[in-house]
């Protein structure tokens, strides 16, 4: 699998829990936050959360309710749970190393390669 | 919650200057940043902090910021310019991630 390639199933039906995981670069985990983004058709490039290398989270406010993110430093991974999906959470799923500034403002410098769920 | 808006699509001759913009009340007080996408791949950092290039990101991307607009410029389009592009901020005060809807631009 390719790092930072999410892995995980990729046919799911409506009300599963979406379960991926990252495996990121060795020695990034403790410097940087992760950031989960989806793109679809409808919506765009979307934001879906970010868990720091501290495990502080932060959610997209329409997914908070079902999202899950966490991070296990041994295996440098970090994970993402929707839980309850519906059609309209079928997306490319993208894993991305983020650059937090001053505690603010945060931008994505290395994307992986996405993985295309599909709730059917 | 905080909205920015790009225009569907801009075409160009090669040669060219392309100005891409981002729309968003008082956007001059973010920092924007512009990711390139090519058809079928992810998302690549072309500009950070509104005009900041990451290391191997060409000399004719260039970005600023100002007012109610953003604009990423790309001087002299090639075809291998072709993609689309995406503006992104921090919204502060909903704590979230914004993404405009992204502009696709066409070399001729």
């Not at chain 1, 390639?5 to 979406?18: N, Y």
């Not at chain 1, 379960?19 to 020695?27: A, E, F, N, Q, R």
């Not at chain 2, 924007?32 to 791949?41: A, E, I, L």
Request: glycine fraction near 10%; hydrophobic fraction near 35%.
């Amino acid at each position: 699998q390719e790092q930072q390639q999410p892995w995980g199933a990729r046919l799911l039906q409506p009300s599963e829990t979406l379960s991926l995981t990252c495996d990121v670069y060795s020695g990034s985990l403790s410097g940087y936050s992760w950031t989960w983004i989806r793109q679809s058709p409808d919506r765009g490039l979307e934001w879906i959360g970010e868990i720091s290398h501290s495990g502080n989270t932060k959610f997209n406010l329409s997914l908070r309710s079902r999202l899950t993110l966490s991070m296990d430093t041994p295996t440098t991974q970090v994970s993402l749970k929707l839980g309850s999906v519906i059609a309209a959470d079928t997306a490319i799923y993208f894993c991305a190393r983020t650059i937090v500034v001053a505690g603010a403002h945060r931008y994505f410098d290395l994307w992986g390669r996405g993985t295309l769920v599909t709730v059917s | 919650s905080y909205v920015l808006t790009q225009p569907p699509s801009v075409s160009l001759a090669p040669g060219q200057t392309a100005r891409l913009t981002c729309g968003g009340s008082f956007i001059g007080a973010k920092s924007v940043h512009w990711y390139q996408q090519k058809s079928g791949q992810a998302p690549v950092l072309v500009v950070f902090d509104d005009g900041d290039r990451p290391s191997g990101i060409p000399e004719r991307f260039s970005g600023s910021n100002s007012g109610n607009t953003a604009t990423l410029t790309i001087s002299g389009v090639e075809a291998g310019d072709e993609a689309a592009y995406y503006c992104q901020v921090w919204d502060a005060t909903s704590d979230q991630v914004v993404f405009g809807g992204g502009t696709r631009l066409t070399v001729l």
